[in-house]
């Protein structure tokens, strides 16, 4: 829609906080091997069906012909009757009808060009020219004059090497016109090819050009709606009133084209046949990490497309689509399908060596399965789980999302989230939106959206997230379904009041941060013990000499510095259920990566089963960590008990570690609790434990009542409203707070 300037994929950081993969925690899993749906948080039943009859449905003869074959896609070729895969019956009803004055009328007042079968077969198009003069003056817009109406682009037919002449046209969103829509990445806003629209001069980027060059065929026209060309861009009223169409643009086209630009290393043909066999079910072997086909389809998703945020709702509203890469294609189905497949079966190879952007491919899939039909997620939901992907005008961060059903906005009714309004700053809109979430039924959730940085910003209310800013993940999940943290559980609900730029939430003044840690790594390597060594010191520094952990439970200080660390979550974004596992991969963890592993004695006695034998005792007593809980959760599983994995397993608590500590500081209160919070924090910082909050938050005092948001905490022993009761609340009072 409005991306200028959008970096070329070489230029693109692919790595790093920007590129973390937060919704891998809230969409569907399935697992390849044993078929069944593992019970991730998005708790959506139609997409965990859909997941699992794509994986058990056997493939006909006939779709499994049709896969092996050529995708159709715009061509050409030397001989007439090979240059499109598809009958004479199948060309003709891909023509579009004369076009109707009362439905369909020329931009920039030059007569319509008609088409009819009387005019004669596809092969004679009376659009066909062999010598074409660039026009001298330039294209000028004219303006939309309906609620409804929108401009198609038709492209006239033309050989490889002819200039793009196209004709823009007004028409109705409602009228019976076919079109198909483009999707593609705008690429590098000045890199620009010209091409005659209407008899006139316009400039588009290099990467519609080639995309508008891919599509065309040479013997009939081909009509499109491309976002670049079809909306006035130095129109902010237009832009506005075009992105509230968009669902229903999308929609109604016939089928969208999805543009990924040119294959250079021809990794096209290798990658897609590859896609083909894991959807036909003919990939017998997942193959070796340093097999070649993993350097093909990480070329495939590091193309733009795959991070452009426009790209999302595009595909997601498509009721059909087909991938154009170079001069390959590949239908949505069948890629989306294989990203699924590379995330979840794919991932126990690969996880040393994630695909970067396969993420975002296995969301656009599994929200396209999801579409419209059940469990649609809150609009906050949605923004969270889309943080990674790339917008050029910071509004379209929320703006490239309106068309999609939420829970709590009807898009196909004409009920958007918000309304959007270019001339509106993004700070406008982003205050905008901010206030309407924490007054509605997202309340509190919305301020774990707020990431500072290194500093709070004093320019802009504090609680209002910013939503180009991303450093890491959420420490509260954003999906209401959810099994998550409780921080404030059993206090009264009190509704926030918004006045101005301030927010004024109740709450409890619970303790006061006393040391902090360095701002740990934002990019972790487990191939590298070294980076791991910050571990150890701050156990060393800062945990160890607690001595004791002050909740009103036995808990030791190697189990609360385990859970504080990986902020009560495994590998995958859930919260932890099964104890003993965790402590095992943790022990698998200091195993790996430490000379010393940390001491856990208090741990082991409490955790040793009752009824052992003193000598059985004493030699579990002396196992290495790893085998110990492993032997724990065996004997528990034999008697009944909680159940467990059978092995410990280091790298996964690798990835539970660098999601939960990545650009953040483990702290200690003056209390004595053990906590993970944003880089931004100090000492002094007060915690507060929030009316309605699922997490603690970190505020900074500014004179009575006031306060800045710093960000959201985990702290060990007060997730689950521990410190709303007694014997933690002791005469602590509520108060309000008033956030600027």
């Not at 021809?266 to 990490?289: C, E, G, H, Q, T």
């Not at 296995?362 to 039909?373: T, V």
């Not at 036995?554 to 596992?581: P, Q, R, S, V």
């Not at 397993?649 to 570690?657: I, P």
Request: proline fraction near 7%; glycine fraction near 6%.
């Amino acid at each position: 829609m409005s991306d200028y300037g959008l970096p070329e994929e070489d230029d693109m950081d692919l790595d790093g906080p920007q590129a973390f993969q937060q919704h891998q925690a809230f969409i569907p899993h399935f697992d390849g091997q044993a078929g069944a749906m593992q019970q991730q948080p998005m708790k959506s039943a139609f997409m965990r069906q859909q997941l699992q009859q794509a994986q058990r449905q056997p493939v006909s003869s006939q779709l499994r012909q049709q896969m092996e074959q050529p995708m159709w896609a715009p061509s050409y070729s030397s001989a007439p009757a090979q240059r499109v895969h598809m009958s004479h019956e199948v060309r003709q009803q891909m023509l579009p009808p004369a076009p109707q004055s009362h439905q369909f009328t020329p931009s920039g007042h030059v007569s319509a060009p008609t088409y009819s079968q009387s005019q004669g077969s596809p092969h004679e198009s009376p659009f066909q020219s062999h010598f074409f003069v660039m026009p001298h003056d330039f294209f000028e817009y004219e303006p939309l004059r309906g609620p409804g109406e929108i401009r198609i682009l038709r492209i006239n037919p033309g050989n490889p090497d002819d200039a793009l002449d196209c004709e823009l046209y007004h028409t109705n969103i409602h009228s019976n016109w076919e079109y198909h829509a483009l999707s593609y990445a705008w690429g590098d806003s000045a890199s620009k090819a010209e091409i005659t629209c209407t008899g006139k001069r316009l400039r588009i980027t290099t990467s519609l050009h080639g995309a508008l060059r891919r599509i065309r065929n040479a013997n009939f026209p081909i009509q499109v709606w491309a976002d670049a060309v079809c909306i006035n861009q130095q129109d902010v009223d237009e832009r506005g009133h075009q992105v509230r169409l968009m669902r229903s643009i999308y929609k109604r086209a016939k089928s969208v084209f999805i543009w990924l630009g040119p294959d250079e290393q021809r990794a096209a043909p290798a990658v897609f046949a590859s896609a083909r066999k894991i959807f036909l079910k003919d990939m017998i072997n997942i193959p070796p990490p340093d097999d070649s086909i993993w350097v093909g389809f990480a070329l495939l998703f590091s193309r733009a497309w795959f991070w452009r945020l426009w790209c999302l709702q595009e595909i997601v509203l498509a009721s059909s689509a087909e991938i154009i890469w170079g001069t390959e294609s590949i239908s949505w189905e069948c890629l989306g399908f294989a990203a699924a497949w590379i995330r979840t079966v794919g991932y126990q190879i690969l996880r040393n060596t994630p695909i970067q952007g396969v993420h975002n491919a296995y969301l656009m899939y599994a929200l396209s399965l999801g579409s419209d039909k059940h469990d649609p997620v809150s609009f906050l939901h949605l923004l969270t789980l889309t943080r990674q992907f790339r917008v050029s005008d910071p509004r379209d961060r929320i703006y490239a999302l309106l068309g999609l059903p939420t829970i709590d906005s009807d898009p196909d009714n004409g009920i958007l989230y918000v309304d959007p309004d270019y001339t509106k700053t993004t700070q406008d809109v982003y205050e905008i939106l901010a206030r309407k979430m924490v007054i509605s039924s997202q309340g509190l959730r919305t301020l774990s959206a707020v990431q500072h940085g290194l500093e709070v910003q004093e320019h802009v209310p504090s609680w209002v997230p910013q939503w180009d800013h991303l450093f890491t993940y959420t420490l509260a999940q954003a999906g209401g379904s959810l099994k998550n943290h409780a921080a404030s559980a059993s206090l009264l609900a009190s509704l926030p009041r918004v006045n101005g730029p301030i927010l004024s939430v109740d709450g409890l003044e619970f303790d006061t941060v006393a040391q902090i840690s360095d701002v740990l790594p934002d990019s972790l390597d487990p191939s590298s013990p070294a980076n791991f060594e910050y571990i150890k010191i701050i156990w060393d520094s800062m945990a160890a000499p607690l001595q004791a952990y002050p909740t009103n439970t036995n808990t030791d200080l190697y189990t609360a510095f385990c859970w504080t660390i990986t902020a009560g979550k495994d590998w995958y974004g859930m919260l932890i259920e099964h104890e003993l596992e965790h402590l095992a991969d943790f022990a698998a963890f200091q195993t790996t990566h430490f000379d010393a592993p940390l001491p856990d004695a208090p741990t082991r006695d409490r955790l040793m089963p009752f009824g052992i034998p003193e000598t059985a005792r004493q030699e579990m007593l002396k196992m290495p960590g790893d085998k110990f809980y492993r032997t724990i959760a065996s004997f528990q599983r034999q008697r009944g008990g909680e159940p467990g994995e059978s092995t410990a397993d280091a790298d996964r608590f690798v990835t539970a570690l660098s999601y939960a500590c990545r650009w953040r500081r483990f702290f200690v209160t003056r209390r004595g609790f053990m906590g993970i919070g944003p880089p931004c924090m100090r000492e002094g910082d007060v915690v507060g434990v929030l009316c309605g909050g699922i997490v603690p938050f970190l505020l900074r005092r500014r004179g009575g009542a006031f306060c800045k948001l710093v960000g959201e905490a985990y702290i060990y022993g007060i997730m689950k409203g521990e410190a709303c009761v007694q014997p933690l609340r002791g005469n602590l009072e509520l108060r309000t707070f008033g956030l600027t």
